[in-house]
């Protein structure tokens, strides 16, 4: 596959990180090329680099200064060597298999109890609360990137008539909380204090330190929400245990 | 063989070079504030540099040991004793059995780091043994230690320990190396070039203290506020440890070793690396001077840290076996 190259800005993040920015902006196009030079990364890491990291627009590498430094003619910084390699590598096209994302299914309960301002939303948005869970699990969103906390997606778009901008102070919110930012949503893999608009919980773990993946949600993901009502919540959240399903428990 | 909590701290946390590789999932690379000490303080008992330590605060805990262990201390100063005789910070010791580390006022510094000989018996979250606060995983249950916590030891089989008496070992590591340089040096953020030519002149002419909102996250700076030429959003992106950004009620914020991943505030500059350490030590109350460097310079220091404990390194294998050696 042929694919473009976007016009990018190179600039060092600090003396150990360098950034490739596509645009200051959310953009899908511009997304799915930060998300897929990430994963060749991932795959063919340029010498010394430590990792690779997506966000929006763009994409950084933090690398080791001192092991760079060995291989690098001296007149050279550290940086403009990366900087180099790092061009060279943008010009090589991506592979299909570094483009494509999984979609994944995500329950919500959208009951009163566990959506805290989805009542305030709609009375801002002149809509039903109905309307609100409908707009909300209507389309798939992306995941353009991870940040902020372990495991917090940050998706988009939501259809504008429940966009709304977050509350000007943090409030606690509870862990699976599903959020309205702007055009994003997202949701709270952790208990944490936030400023989005809360419509929902998921019972889903987004976040787990036992599990060899700790993460639900990877960036370049598509995820449906839809809708449980709230005994399915619970019920997936402590799913009922075999013996007392085959009718040996207490 | 293990190392008992007496009486807990305010933040005792395990902590290592932190962990890396898991940015692109949101999880921040955690580890020591000061990487730097904390390394000194490995060599010195003949660990790897990168062996988890424990990071203290003051107050900090009180530990007593089990059995005969070969420790060091470095970083801040926070005044430590052992059975009420006073310790140097910086030097190896052999602590004996039942002895009571503690630790009677902040001198000097903020964060103390503690290596033993060994390392000790910590399960490894995603490669690394560092607390994780928010994720409550890695280091010791991923949380701070508690009062009656046992922290065990890895059996050091270079060094047998025979006495019972505590020993300050003759010999000690430059406290205050590459640390004489009052100014913090940084590099210009990304967003740098969106500051009024006013704010600019504020931010390199004047000093800043650091207010009491601070922590392990990031270190709130009473500047006289900053502002912005443009309006424009920063769409999130990257941050890193040092990275400097501007709040919207014009205040600075430098974010340390327990910082988000990525952020949506200008950034207007980054903190080198060989002056992590020296922002490390600053607590509360304490003045910020920021000078502009440039990449060479700010990668010239860098390694020569790293070349420096690389020395130490060399330097403390030799006297550590011929130490030993002498004892056998």
């Given at each position: 596959?042929?694919?473009?190259?976007?016009?990018?800005?190179?600039?060092?993040?600090?003396?150990?990180?360098?950034?490739?920015?596509?645009?200051?902006?959310?953009?899908?196009?511009?997304?799915?090329?930060?998300?897929?030079?990430?994963?060749?990364?991932?795959?063919?890491?340029?010498?010394?680099?430590?990792?690779?990291?997506?966000?929006?627009?763009s994409?950084?590498?933090?690398?080791?200064?001192?092991?760079?430094?060995?291989?690098?003619?001296?007149?050279?910084?550290?940086?403009?060597?990366?900087?180099?390699?790092?061009?060279?590598?943008?010009?090589?096209?991506?592979?299909?298999?570094?483009?494509?994302?999984?979609?994944?299914?995500?329950?919500?309960?959208?009951?009163?109890?566990?959506?805290?301002?989805?009542?305030?939303?709609?009375?801002?948005?002149?809509?039903?609360?109905?309307?609100?869970?409908?707009?909300?699990?209507?389309?798939?969103?992306?995941?353009?990137?991870?940040g902020?906390?372990?495991g917090?997606?940050?998706?988009g778009?939501?259809?504008?008539?429940?966009?709304?901008p977050?509350?000007?102070?943090?409030?606690?919110?509870?862990?699976?909380?599903?959020?309205?930012?702007?055009?994003?949503?997202?949701?709270?893999?952790?208990?944490?204090?936030?400023?989005?608009?809360?419509?929902?919980?998921t019972?889903?773990?987004?976040?787990?330190?036992?599990?060899?993946?700790?993460?639900?949600?990877?960036?370049?993901?598509?995820?449906?929400?839809?809708?449980?009502?709230?005994?399915?919540f619970?019920?997936?959240?402590?799913?009922?245990?075999?013996?007392?399903?085959?009718?040996?428990?207490? | 063989?293990?190392?008992?909590?007496?009486?807990?701290?305010?933040?005792?946390t395990?902590?290592?070079?932190?962990?890396?590789?898991?940015?692109?999932?949101?999880?921040?690379?955690?580890?020591?504030?000061?990487?730097?000490?904390?390394?000194?303080?490995?060599?010195?008992?003949?660990?790897?540099?990168?062996?988890?330590?424990?990071?203290?605060?003051?107050?900090?805990?009180?530990?007593?040991?089990?059995?005969?262990?070969?420790?060091?201390?470095?970083?801040?100063?926070?005044?430590?004793?052992?059975?009420?005789?006073?310790?140097?910070?910086?030097?190896?010791?052999?602590?004996?059995?039942?002895?009571?580390?503690?630790?009677?006022?902040?001198?000097?510094?903020?964060?103390?780091?503690?290596?033993?000989?060994?390392?000790?018996?910590?399960r490894?979250?995603?490669?690394?043994?560092?607390?994780?606060?928010?994720?409550?995983?890695?280091?010791?249950?991923?949380?701070?230690?508690?009062?009656?916590?046992?922290?065990?030891?890895?059996?050091?089989?270079?060094?047998?320990?025979?006495?019972?008496?505590?020993?300050?070992?003759?010999?000690?590591?430059?406290?205050?190396?590459?640390?004489?340089?009052?100014?913090?040096?940084?590099?210009?953020?990304?967003?740098?070039?969106?500051?009024?030519?006013e704010?600019?002149?504020?931010?390199?002419?004047?000093?800043?203290?650091?207010?009491?909102?601070?922590?392990?996250?990031?270190?709130?700076?009473?500047?006289?506020?900053?502002?912005?030429?443009?309006?424009?959003?920063?769409?999130?992106?990257?941050?890193?440890?040092?990275?400097?950004?501007?709040?919207?009620?014009?205040?600075?914020?430098?974010?340390?070793?327990?910082?988000?991943?990525?952020?949506?505030?200008?950034?207007?500059?980054?903190?080198?690396?060989?002056?992590?350490?020296?922002?490390?030590?600053?607590?509360?109350?304490?003045?910020?001077?920021?000078?502009?460097?440039d990449?060479?310079?700010?990668?010239?220091?860098?390694?020569?840290?790293?070349?420096?404990?690389?020395?130490?390194?060399?330097?403390?294998?030799?006297?550590?076996?011929?130490?030993?050696?002498?004892?056998?």
């Open positions: 596959m042929n694919y473009p190259i976007l016009p990018y800005r190179i600039f060092p993040l600090g003396d150990a990180a360098i950034t490739v920015d596509f645009g200051n902006c959310i953009d899908e196009t511009i997304n799915k090329e930060v998300i897929a030079r990430f994963n060749q990364l991932r795959q063919q890491p340029l010498p010394g680099m430590i990792e690779a990291a997506p966000a929006y627009s994409l950084t590498v933090y690398y080791d200064i001192m092991a760079l430094k060995k291989k690098i003619p001296g007149h050279q910084t550290v940086y403009e060597w990366m900087r180099q390699l790092l061009e060279e590598r943008l010009q090589q096209p991506v592979q299909q298999d570094q483009i494509t994302g999984r979609l994944l299914h995500i329950p919500v309960c959208y009951d009163k109890e566990f959506a805290l301002d989805i009542q305030q939303l709609a009375t801002t948005k002149n809509i039903s609360v109905d309307e609100v869970i409908q707009t909300h699990t209507a389309k798939q969103y992306k995941v353009y990137m991870l902020f906390m372990p917090f997606a940050y998706m778009e939501v259809d504008e008539k429940i966009s709304m977050r509350k000007a102070q943090p409030v606690n919110i509870t862990t699976g909380s599903v959020g309205i930012a702007g055009k994003q949503t997202g949701i709270y893999p952790l208990a944490s204090p936030g400023g989005w608009q809360i419509i929902g919980r019972p889903l773990k987004l976040f787990d330190t036992a599990g060899e993946e700790p993460t639900l949600l990877r960036a370049g993901d598509r995820v449906q929400f839809y809708s449980i009502p709230t005994n399915d619970y019920e997936i959240q402590n799913p009922p245990s075999p013996f007392m399903e085959r009718g040996l428990g207490g | 063989m293990s190392l008992k909590v007496i009486k807990a701290g305010i933040l005792d395990i902590q290592d070079m932190g962990r890396y590789g898991q940015q692109h999932l949101g999880i921040n690379p955690a580890g020591a504030m000061d990487k730097y000490a904390m390394q000194v303080t490995n060599i010195l008992v003949g660990n790897k540099p990168g062996e988890a330590t424990i990071e203290m605060h003051f107050p900090a805990s009180v530990f007593m040991f089990t059995q005969p262990a070969l420790i060091a201390l470095g970083g801040a100063d926070f005044s430590a004793s052992i059975n009420g005789e006073p310790v140097p910070g910086f030097h190896p010791i052999i602590a004996g059995k039942n002895d009571v580390l503690q630790f009677h006022k902040p001198v000097n510094g903020a964060r103390a780091y503690m290596a033993v000989a060994g390392g000790f018996v910590i490894e979250w995603m490669n690394s043994c560092s607390t994780h606060l928010k994720a409550k995983a890695g280091g010791y249950n991923g949380r701070a230690l508690q009062k009656d916590d046992e922290l065990f030891l890895r059996q050091s089989s270079s060094f047998s320990i025979k006495q019972n008496d505590f020993i300050i070992l003759p010999w000690q590591a430059d406290a205050g190396w590459g640390n004489d340089q009052k100014e913090i040096f940084v590099l210009p953020g990304n967003e740098w070039e969106r500051l009024t030519t704010s600019k002149e504020n931010f390199s002419m004047t000093s800043f203290i650091i207010t009491q909102q601070s922590d392990r996250m990031g270190y709130r700076l009473n500047n006289i506020p900053l502002h912005s030429l443009s309006n424009e959003e920063v769409i999130s992106s990257a941050v890193s440890f040092g990275t400097v950004q501007l709040l919207p009620d014009g205040r600075l914020i430098v974010l340390m070793a327990d910082h988000q991943t990525t952020g949506g505030y200008p950034r207007v500059a980054h903190v080198i690396t060989a002056h992590h350490s020296k922002l490390a030590q600053m607590k509360a109350g304490n003045k910020i001077h920021f000078r502009f460097t990449q060479h310079t700010a990668e010239e220091l860098f390694i020569k840290q790293q070349q420096h404990l690389l020395q130490l390194q060399n330097a403390c294998t030799f006297k550590l076996e011929q130490y030993f050696s002498d004892k056998r």
